[in-house]
């Protein structure tokens, strides 16, 4: 040691004039000055070595060297340890925004709650703690869990346990903010909250999972007696992963809700399955438009007579649009039609009715009806049509002929005045009457690909159906459609088939032979 200022006095107390700096400083250092390179020839002036970095007392400093002529080295101690904390923060902080941005896509991943919850807990134990536990909202007296260990996979299990017993559970599972991890005793920890084999536990955190407007859970997040506590620092950061989780969570709790509430909807706008009723063969077929899948405007039931001998009625209609919209109107509706079932035999005041409760709605669209009235008079169907603005439904005879019946109406839902005509139809046996709406013949396909399937065509196509039974009917249409379409895109199809049966079945003379069919 030949030279020292006080400022190296006071930071390096044994760097005495003389002393040799290996007794003098840092082992570190000492090292830097071996490996410094020397001057070859007294003419190469001073050579500067690079600088090197160490811990002095605690603190972070760099060393910069200048070799001499003569050999020696003046040090320039700098304290860097400012500086070197700011970048471990800043790669702290990557790091973690790193994995908020891992957790994010994972968490986004999947719309199923099981599934989040199972990320939640895995995440969490892999980054933030040695074991980690995601809690959904109560069901009764049961806690839903997820535990994940640090390696391990996720358990799911279902605790009966209150958790206002857990210091904080409650509040966090109620959306209160959370609990310093200080102020809650590892030693309280419940059985059911500990995974087997964990050990004595060191540190709890216990945060909410925030949700849209209600909590989704909470987040536990244990440490073992072994590792260190919980800075506040970290228990910020689980609370900004535990904020990601908890929208996860609730964006999956909120589309199985609506996925159920849907499901439901669904089995009341969906058409019904037809058959035979009184001794008249129903057949009925839907195809929402490729925009939407499901449920769409086009709309049919068949109610059947309260008493024997009395007509069936049969409703087919499109409502203006398509879609989800459409479909709420579409069960409007229809239940307007099933309310005025009483007046059944009268088209002509079920559909003036019908008009103005439509009128007198919230919605702006508007819909056309055909209603169809049939009984069985012996081998015959008796037929009341009645179009409020649709199409006309089309007659399959005996002979091959196809007919329009010849009923006019105003469509319901746009003007004061809904005025309609019926029309009576005889059905010989094997005869069949179709309704249908106009997404069948406005379908457009064919071999230049913008030509309308057309009345004339169903009607040609129908000519080669007499005799066929109504499934029969409407999956052969349904089927030259589907050709005539090919690929492209159409609107909501909906078809139904009214036929008097070839035979009738006779019930046993006795009560215990087998019946006959006759023709």
């Known amino acids: 040691m030949i030279q020292r200022n006080d400022a190296a006095a006071a930071l390096l107390p044994h760097a005495q004039i003389g002393a040799r700096l290996a007794d003098a400083a840092p082992p570190w250092l000492s090292a830097a000055r071996e490996a410094l390179p020397r001057p070859r020839t007294p003419d190469d002036g001073p050579v500067a070595g690079a600088a090197r970095s160490g811990v002095i007392d605690g603190r972070c400093f760099e060393a910069h060297p200048s070799v001499r002529d003569d050999g020696s080295v003046a040090w320039w101690l700098v304290d860097d340890t400012d500086r070197h904390l700011a970048r471990e923060a800043l790669d702290i902080e990557r790091e973690r925004t790193a994995f908020l941005a891992r ?17 939640t807990a895995q995440l969490a134990a892999e980054n933030l703690a040695d074991a980690a536990l995601a809690i959904a909202p109560t069901r009764g007296r049961w806690l839903p869990t997820v535990t994940c260990v640090r390696g391990g996979s996720p358990v799911v299990a279902s605790e009966a346990a209150d958790p206002d017993d857990v210091p904080g559970l409650g509040e966090a599972l109620r959306g209160f903010p959370p609990v310093p991890s200080q102020w809650i005793d590892p030693a309280s920890a419940p059985e059911w909250m500990v995974p087997e084999g964990f050990g004595p536990v060191g540190s709890i955190v216990i945060t909410p999972l925030p949700g849209h407007g209600v909590p989704a859970g909470a987040l ?16 910020v950061f689980a609370r900004l992963f535990a904020a990601r989780s908890g929208a996860a969570m609730s964006a999956a709790r909120l589309y199985a809700e609506q996925t159920a509430i849907t499901e439901i909807l669904m089995r009341e706008l ?60 579409t069960g409007k509706i229809r239940n307007t039609l099933h309310a005025l079932l009483p007046l ?62 010849k009923t006019r109406g105003t469509l319901v839902g746009a003007m004061p005045e809904a005025p309609a005509r019926t029309v009576n139809v ?14 069948i013949t406005e379908a457009c396909g064919g071999p230049m690909g913008d030509a309308q399937f057309g009345e004339d065509r169903l009607m040609r196509a129908l000519a080669g159906c007499v005799g066929m039974p109504s499934e029969g009917i409407v999956e052969h249409i349904q089927m030259l459609v589907a050709q005539w379409l090919g690929p492209r895109r159409h609107d909501d199809m909906a078809v139904v088939a009214i036929s008097a049966p070839r035979t009738r079945h006779l019930s046993a003379v006795d009560g215990h032979t087998r019946g006959r069919y006759t023709a």
């Open 344 to 405: 059944a035999d009268d088209h002509e005041r079920m559909l003036g009715l019908l008009n103005t409760a439509l009128l007198n709605s919230h919605h702006t669209r508007f819909a056309t009806l055909v209603l169809a009235s049939a009984v069985r008079n012996g081998n015959q169907v008796e037929l009341n049509l009645t179009s409020a603005g649709h199409p006309d439904p089309l007659i399959v005879r005996a002979d091959g002929s196809v007919e329009a019946a």
């Open 270 to 329: 969906l058409p019904p399955s037809l058959h035979q009723i009184s001794g008249v063969d129903f057949a009925g077929g839907y195809r929402p438009s490729d925009d939407h899948e499901r449920i769409g405007g086009d709309f049919y039931d068949v109610y059947p007579a309260a008493v024997e001998g009395e007509a069936s009625l049969v409703t087919l209609g499109d409502v203006c649009g398509k879609g989800l919209e459409a479909a709420v109107l």
């Open 220 to 235: 536990i997040l244990l440490r073992k007696q072994t590792s260190v506590g919980f800075t506040s620092e970290e228990e």
């Open 426 to 439: 005889t059905l010989a046996p094997g005869e069949s009457c179709i309704l249908y709406t106009d997404g």
């Open 103 to 119: 957790a994010s896509s994972a968490l986004l991943s999947s719309l199923n709650l099981g599934r989040c919850m199972d990320v």
